[in-house]
């Protein structure tokens, strides 16, 4: 039935269950350093001097109560937003500007938490977008680029399909096959960080489970030195797609540490985050 995932499709995504980094990156080398970061919109203080480091090959998992500035982080990441104070460094080299202003130190993926596709482009249309409109290539290589990558995201023949006939994680799914596509000719298009924003949100458990291997497998496929940074307040999520944790809150970083810590640590906030309690140092927001 159109808008509904079929079992077939999800079952051609290989379930990845392990949370450990990958061996293939040896050293820990930094892909994104934020140092002394604040930001703030009119009187309100989103982050204040966040210090965080984003290391190549790792998957981290950014939490904390709505409105503290994970999205935020996001978009200072990718180069959408600048700070109003303190330096980001990519690859080691000082970022000077925002993307719009031509600044563009490493290619970076980024995933909307709503899908963001095009109501009046089919899959294929939208899926190759980037192509399209930033390559030479034929239109017959682009649909065999397309194809594969719908392929990678176990959705075969739907390429043309509207977003309208597709179901909340069939969009997802071909949101991802569109923020990753690159022209396999030239290998620097290709992304060295992705950023999720929310990926499985209203999702039910079931397609959460389809997205959550879906990041897993789409790391390995980066031959091991895959990296993100999402954002998610799903605990299923946070807990398949972990190799570090970072708990913001009050415009800084409160905790981090490995999926296994989670339940055992004495961090009042975490503690007070994961059982979803009222009660504790998290102020809630009628």
């Not at 480091?53 to 600048?82: H, N």
């Not at 043309?160 to 597709?166: A, F, I, K, M, V």
């Not at 913001?248 to 985050?273: C, H, K, P, S």
């Amino acid at each position: 039935m159109i808008g509904q995932d079929q079992p077939k499709n999800a079952a051609s995504i290989p379930t990845v269950q392990s949370h450990s980094p990958t061996l293939p990156c040896t050293e820990k080398e930094p892909l994104v350093e934020l140092r002394g970061i604040s930001k703030r919109f009119g009187n309100n203080v989103i982050l204040d001097k966040l210090d965080l480091t984003i290391y190549r090959g790792e998957a981290l998992v950014v939490i904390g109560p709505s409105g503290t500035g994970k999205s935020t982080v996001l978009r200072l990441i990718a180069g959408l937003t600048e700070p109003d104070e303190g330096e980001i460094y990519i690859k080691g080299q000082l970022r000077k500007g925002s993307v719009e202003d031509g600044e563009e130190l490493m290619r970076m993926a980024l995933v909307f938490q709503q899908s963001a596709l095009f109501d009046s482009l089919t899959v294929e249309e939208n899926v190759g977008f980037f192509l399209y409109e930033h390559t030479n290539l034929s239109r017959r290589r682009i649909r065999e680029i397309v194809e594969e990558a719908l392929h990678m995201i176990g959705l075969e023949n739907i390429g043309d399909r509207y977003p309208s006939e597709l179901s909340g994680g069939m969009k997802k799914r071909v949101s991802f096959a569109r923020a990753l596509i690159a022209n396999p000719d030239n290998h620097r298009e290709r992304p060295e960080l992705v950023l999720y924003d929310e990926p499985t949100a209203g999702l039910d458990p079931i397609a959460s489970t389809v997205i959550e291997d879906l990041v897993r497998h789409l790391k390995q496929n980066q031959k091991g030195c895959g990296s993100y940074v999402m954002v998610s307040h799903q605990d299923s999520t946070i807990r398949r797609t972990a190799d570090r944790v970072v708990m913001l809150y009050q415009g800084q970083v409160q905790w981090q540490g490995g999926v296994d810590e989670i339940d055992v640590t004495d961090n009042a906030l975490m503690r007070q985050f994961f059982s979803g309690s009222i009660n504790g140092p998290i102020r809630v927001i009628d």
